[in-house]
C-alpha cells in the first residue's frame, strides 16, 4: 500500500524533529551553565572575603575587633573594634524601618482591600518607581532637604546625622515592604473575605483580623528582607550620615557604617595588603554574615507561618 504522505512532507517532519531533540538536549545546558553561573559567583565572592578576612585576623585578635568600642584603622592610635560601625548600622537600619514598615503595611492594605482595581493599576507602579531612583539621589535629598527641615525641629542637630540618613533609606524601602506584602495579601482567597463579609465584619476588621493574619508570613519575610536591604544601603549614608564612627543611640549625631566605611577606604589611598586594607574584607564579611542570616530568618519565618488553601 502506497503512503499518501509526500516525500518533501516526511522530510520535513524528520527535520523537525531532530531539530526538537536537539533543542531539549541544547536548552537543559544553558539553563544548567546559568544556575552553576550565579552559584559559582557566590562561592568566588565568600572565598575571596574568606581569605582576605583571615589574613586580616592574623593580624589583629578576633575578639579586638568582634567587642572593640573603638573604629580608626587609619589613624593613630589605631584600634579595630567594630562595635561603632555596627551600632552605626543597625541605628539607621532600625530607624528606616520604623519608617518604612508601617507606611509600607497600610499603602499594602489600601491597595489590597479598599483601591478599586483601576486606582491600583495606577498607584501600585508609580510606588514602585521609588525602587528605582538612584541612592545617590536619595543621599542628597537627605542632605540638602531633610536635613534643614530636621534641624528646624531639632537645632542641636548636626549636618551629618544618622535620623535624616535613616528616615529617607526607610522611604527608599517602601516599595518593597509595600509590594511584596500587598502581593501576600492578594494571594488570600475572596472566600475568605466572603465569609468575614457574611459573619458582619466591617472592611477594615476583615483587612486586621483575616487578610493580615492570613498573609502573615509573607508580610514579615517581606520586613526581614527591607531590614537586609537597608543594612546594605551605602550611597545614602555616605552622604547623609557622615563619616564619624560613633558607639552612640544618639540619632542626632554623625555617625559611620559598615557600608559607608567600605567606600572611604576602597578609594585607593590604602596600600594594597596592608592591615588598613584588610579592613575592608573583615567589615565586608561582617555585612555578608548579618545578611545572610537575615535571609535564612526571612525563609524560615516563611515556611513557618505559611498558610495554605
Not at 84 to 94: A, R
Not at 165 to 174: E, K, L, P, R
Amino acid at each position: 500500500m502506497e503512503s499518501n504522505v509526500a516525500p518533501s512532507t516526511t522530510t520535513k517532519m524528520n527535520f523537525k524533529n531532530s531539530r526538537s531533540h536537539l533543542s531539549d538536549k541544547i536548552v537543559p545546558i544553558i539553563l544548567f551553565l546559568c544556575a552553576a553561573l550565579s552559584v559559582l559567583t557566590t562561592i568566588g565572592i565568600v572565598v575571596t572575603l574568606l581569605s582576605e578576612t583571615i589574613n586580616f585576623f592574623k593580624s589583629v585578635p578576633f575578639m579586638d575587633f568582634l567587642f572593640g568600642t573603638k573604629w580608626s584603622p587609619l589613624i593613630e592610635p589605631k584600634a579595630f573594634g567594630i562595635l561603632p560601625l555596627l551600632s552605626g548600622t543597625l541605628l539607621v537600619t532600625v530607624i528606616a524601618c520604623i519608617v518604612a514598615i508601617p507606611i509600607g503595611l497600610a499603602s499594602a492594605i489600601y491597595l489590597s482591600e479598599y483601591a478599586p482595581k483601576r486606582v491600583r493599576k495606577i498607584v501600585k507602579p508609580i510606588l514602585e518607581v521609588l525602587a528605582g531612583v538612584p541612592t545617590i539621589v536619595y543621599g542628597y535629598f537627605a542632605l540638602t532637604f531633610v536635613t534643614p527641615l530636621l534641624k528646624s525641629i531639632f537645632p542641636s542637630m548636626g549636618v551629618f546625622n544618622a535620623l535624616s540618613a535613616g528616615i529617607v533609606v526607610g522611604i527608599m524601602i517602601i516599595p518593597m515592604v509595600s509590594s511584596l506584602s500587598e502581593d501576600a495579601m492578594s494571594a488570600v482567597p475572596k472566600s475568605l473575605r466572603h465569609g468575614a463579609y457574611a459573619l458582619g465584619a466591617t472592611r477594615f476588621e476583615v483587612a486586621l483580623k483575616i487578610v493580615v493574619p492570613a498573609a502573615f508570613s509573607g508580610i514579615v519575610s517581606s520586613a526581614v528582607l527591607a531590614f537586609s536591604r537597608a543594612i546594605g544601603e551605602t550611597m545614602i549614608v555616605a552622604v547623609a550620615a557622615g563619616a564619624t564612627p560613633n558607639l552612640t543611640l544618639n540619632p542626632l549625631e554623625s555617625i559611620q557604617t559598615m557600608t559607608a566605611y567600605i567606600v572611604q577606604v576602597s578609594l585607593g589611598d590604602t596600600p594594597h595588603g596592608s592591615v588598613e586594607y584588610g579592613t575592608i574584607f573583615a567589615v565586608g564579611m561582617t555585612l555578608f554574615v548579618i545578611t545572610f542570616l537575615l535571609n535564612i530568618l526571612a525563609q524560615y519565618v516563611a515556611r513557618r507561618f505559611r498558610e495554605e488553601y
